[in-house]
């Protein structure tokens, strides 16, 4: 037993700047594990609380202005569309089909902010060089929808020109798209409109984040590593004993 600890210790003073290198990467990669898996049970939890929630009665707004986390509630709203700042977020695909997600601001009765709402999606058309075609949304309505955040990818689109409506876009940044809409904030969440609504694009509830499998998937890769490198620099200190 004293043989081979001194077979592993004599390499680790004859080599203690790569015995230290491999001891940080080996601590990087086991940290990396267990970050996965925090991230895993993260995502576990906003699934069963999506899954939860979008099975409830949709909120009235008096219901929606006293939640601290209004995300993935259904609401019922009353007002009407700001038709003329229609937002189109490009690089969207629905079966197959590229094109656009069509997104308008709804001025809701009993909301300070207006709240950009997720009408569907919508073909690109014959060409990149002209938008489709957008219906109004016109007159007082009342719509259903989920609450959700925006989307945080997308690209692929050409450059926004400013004050050109329907306005193309890569990316749902609130706080900028609100100095081009009404000079007021928007509400931080954007309204995915009911798909039975027969007035919506096709449209589909999902959440727009990685499944928990995935961040298992990942912690096992980073775990793994960890292993193979340890079993690695153990062979490399009997080599070079």
Known sequence: M???????I?????????????????????????????????KKDLL???????????????????????????????????????ILLDNKTYHSQVGYEVYTPFLAHGITSPILVDRGFIPIGVSRESLPSIKNMGGEMTIIGLITKPPKYATFSTTEEALAWPMRV??????????KLLSKPLSPYILKIDPQD?????????????????HLGYAVQWFALAIALLVSFVFYCRNNA
């Open 170 to 179: 890569e990316s749902i940044d609130l706080a900028r798209l609100a100095t």
């Open 2 to 8: 004293e043989l081979g600890l001194n077979m592993l």
């Open 198 to 214: 027969s007035r919506a694009y096709p449209i589909t509830w999902t959440i727009d984040t990685l499944r928990p499998e995935r």
């Open 48 to 86: 069963e609380t999506y899954l939860k929630r979008i099975q409830t009665t949709p909120l009235t707004v008096n219901a929606l202005n006293q939640l601290n986390n209004p995300l993935f509630f259904r609401v019922e709203l009353n007002g009407y569309f700001d038709n003329a700042h229609t």
């Open 10 to 42: 004599t390499p680790l003073l004859k080599h203690w700047k790569f015995a230290l290198l491999t001891s940080a990467m080996i601590s990087l990669l086991i940290t990396l594990g267990f970050w996965q898996l925090s991230r895993a049970h993260q």
